[in-house]
């Protein structure tokens, strides 16, 4: 015989509901008079057939559940089926202890957990790991229990908020609260290898690499459209950005890039640090909640590479990259390929203008050359003098955006300038730029 381990005996629950009484311009005291006796006597029968007693006739008793019995043993799968008011949430209830049942009696052999909508009981501000504590102490599990269920892991997780929306900022706010000296951004949506961490320490290692990046494949490669693979960059699938000549199983791993991929990247918490500290960057706050705004991984790469950073591609960081099914769309890549055109604008200002700040006399003069040409051609706009008003040193006739890259390329170029006066005197700056193994 099958052990019974939840046992209803003639359960009932009863609500009172109230109704608004409808307002009357004049109550005469005889009115008052004839309701509160008639009240008293319907509280009286009430009372005699032992219901509850209800006072006034503006509420009413509702029977929600009426001598339910059931049993439910050890491995048993039920489903309560009714209409709508049929008493299943009401029963489910009473059931976890949320309610009191009005009568009857309930016998339950081990712990109750109540699921009875999408999310519930889990916290949105809480991790999933404190999320899993919660439930278990509200359940009566032990610390133990609940330590041994989530597999003994080591690993310390946090939430960390931030004000600004954009996930540039967001990634800002990682890198204050993160507490090693290289930093791995991994997006919901991206599968790291096992030996990732193990690979992306093994080649930041090279003080001289500022980022590091990987290849990535989808998830999902059975249900992707044939256009997909056209613009799979644009989804972090592939190689990022620049043509790759070295196999997989080729000796050398490490390929120098100009630009990687947000999506797992790998980068030096100290430099991260010192450019969010800087005034006005970063330019492009990256991706807004539906907003698909994008280029702010290239602008780190871009700063990375004016600060005398290497930037390289390995291709012993592997993930997979899972993309749902709404972001198999045309519409939606439409979109996001829009966006990045303005994000590639602006990354492009820190090329011409940090070599206009390198070479300004040759800069000038093909700068002059440039004018001239997209005056002849009709195509003259405040972009045909960004290298040379960059050369003359002249920000004020500068774009807000072309202004802001300015001051950060200006900045990123001096402190450079510092670090390679330290180094020739041996000496090293504590926080900054690229630094001999």
Same mark, same amino acid.
């Given at each position: 015989?099958?052990?019974?381990?939840?046992?209803?005996?003639?359960?009932?629950?009863?609500?009172?509901?109230?109704?608004?009484?409808?307002?009357?311009?004049?109550?005469?005291?005889?009115?008052?008079?004839?309701?509160?006796?008639?009240?008293?006597?319907?509280?009286?029968?009430?009372?005699?057939?032992?219901?509850?007693?209800?006072?006034?006739?503006?509420?009413?008793?509702?029977?929600?559940?009426?001598?339910? $019995?059931?049993?439910?043993?050890?491995?048993?799968?039920?489903?309560?089926?009714?209409?709508?008011?049929?008493?299943?949430?009401?029963?489910?209830?009473?059931?976890?202890?949320?309610?009191?049942?009005?009568?009857?009696?309930?016998?339950?052999?081990?712990?109750?957990?109540?699921?009875?909508?999408?999310?519930?009981?889990?916290?949105?501000?809480?991790?999933?790991?404190?999320?899993?504590?919660?439930?278990?102490?509200?359940?009566?599990?032990?610390?133990?229990?609940?330590?041994?269920?989530?597999?003994?892991?080591?690993?310390?997780?946090?939430?960390?908020?931030?004000?600004?929306?954009?996930?540039?900022?967001?990634?800002?706010?990682?890198?204050?609260?993160?507490?090693?000296?290289?930093?791995?951004?991994?997006?919901?949506?991206?599968?790291?290898?096992?030996?990732?961490?193990?690979?992306?320490?093994?080649?930041?290692?090279?003080?001289?690499?500022?980022?590091?990046?990987?290849?990535?494949?989808?998830?999902?490669?059975?249900?992707?459209?044939?256009?997909?693979?056209?613009?799979?960059?644009?989804?972090?699938?592939?190689?990022?950005?620049?043509?790759?000549?070295?196999?997989?199983?080729?000796?050398?791993?490490?390929?120098?890039?100009?630009?990687?991929?947000?999506?797992?990247?790998?980068?030096?918490?100290?430099?991260?640090?010192?450019?969010?500290?800087?005034?006005?960057?970063?330019?492009?706050?990256?991706?807004?909640?539906?907003?698909?705004?994008?280029?702010?991984?290239?602008?780190?790469?871009?700063?990375?590479?004016?600060?005398?950073?290497?930037?390289?591609?390995?291709?012993?960081?592997?993930?997979?990259?899972?993309?749902?099914?709404?972001?198999?769309?045309?519409?939606?890549?439409?979109?996001?390929?829009?966006?990045?055109?303005?994000?590639?604008?602006?990354?492009?200002?820190?090329?011409?203008?940090?070599?206009?700040?390198?070479?300004?006399?040759?800069? $000038?003069?093909?700068?002059?050359?440039?004018?001239?040409?997209?005056?002849?051609?009709?195509?003259?706009?405040?972009?045909?003098?960004?290298?040379?008003?960059?050369?003359?040193?002249?920000?004020?006739?500068?774009?807000?955006?072309?202004?802001?890259?300015?001051?950060?390329?200006?900045?990123?170029?001096?402190?450079?300038?510092?670090?390679?006066?330290?180094?020739?005197?041996?000496?090293?700056?504590?926080?900054?730029?690229?630094?001999?193994?």
């Amino acid at each position: 015989m099958s052990e019974t381990v939840i046992r209803v005996d003639r359960l009932s629950k009863s609500y009172v509901i109230a109704h608004q009484r409808k307002r009357e311009r004049y109550l005469a005291l005889r009115d008052v008079l004839s309701r509160t006796a008639k009240s008293s006597v319907t509280a009286g029968l009430n009372a005699l057939r032992g219901r509850r007693v209800i006072f006034e006739n503006t509420a009413e008793e509702f029977l929600a559940l009426s001598n339910v $019995s059931f049993d439910v043993s050890r491995g048993d799968v039920i489903g309560i089926v009714g209409r709508n008011g049929a008493g299943k949430s009401t029963l489910l209830k009473v059931l976890s202890r949320i309610t009191e049942p009005s009568s009857g009696r309930i016998e339950i052999s081990g712990r109750v957990a109540s699921l009875l909508e999408v999310g519930t009981g889990f916290h949105p501000e809480l991790t999933g790991r404190e999320n899993i504590y919660l439930n278990g102490a509200i359940l009566g599990m032990r610390h133990a229990e609940i330590w041994k269920a989530v597999g003994n892991s080591s690993f310390a997780f946090s939430v960390v908020r931030e004000a600004h929306a954009g996930l540039a900022y967001a990634r800002r706010a990682g890198t204050r609260a993160a507490s090693h000296d290289v930093i791995v951004f991994c997006d919901d949506d991206n599968w790291l290898d096992e030996d990732y961490l193990i690979q992306a320490r093994r080649i930041m290692a090279d003080r001289s690499i500022g980022a590091a990046g990987g290849c990535s494949t989808p998830t999902n490669p059975g249900r992707l459209p044939p256009w997909f693979y056209t613009f799979s960059w644009g989804y972090a699938v592939g190689v990022p950005f620049n043509k790759i000549d070295v196999l997989p199983g080729d000796s050398n791993t490490e390929l120098p890039i100009s630009a990687v991929w947000g999506a797992g990247v790998v980068v030096r918490r100290e430099v991260l640090e010192f450019l969010f500290a800087l005034p006005g960057f970063p330019a492009l706050s990256g991706r807004q909640g539906a907003a698909l705004l994008s280029g702010e991984d290239l602008e780190m790469c871009a700063c990375l590479a004016c600060a005398g950073y290497k930037l390289v591609f390995s291709t012993a960081l592997r993930f997979r990259h899972d993309i749902s099914a709404e972001r198999i769309d045309p519409a939606y890549a439409k979109k996001l390929l829009a966006n990045f055109s303005s994000g590639f604008e602006i990354t492009g200002y820190y090329s011409i203008i940090a070599e206009a700040l390198d070479r300004p006399w040759r800069v $000038s003069i093909v700068g002059f050359g440039r004018i001239a040409t997209h005056a002849l051609s009709g195509k003259l706009n405040r972009g045909s003098f960004l290298s040379l008003v960059a050369a003359l040193r002249l920000p004020v006739l500068l774009t807000n955006d072309q202004r802001r890259v300015y001051h950060i390329v200006q900045r990123l170029r001096f402190e450079r300038s510092k670090s390679e006066y330290s180094r020739l005197h041996g000496k090293f700056p504590r926080y900054l730029y690229a630094q001999p193994k």
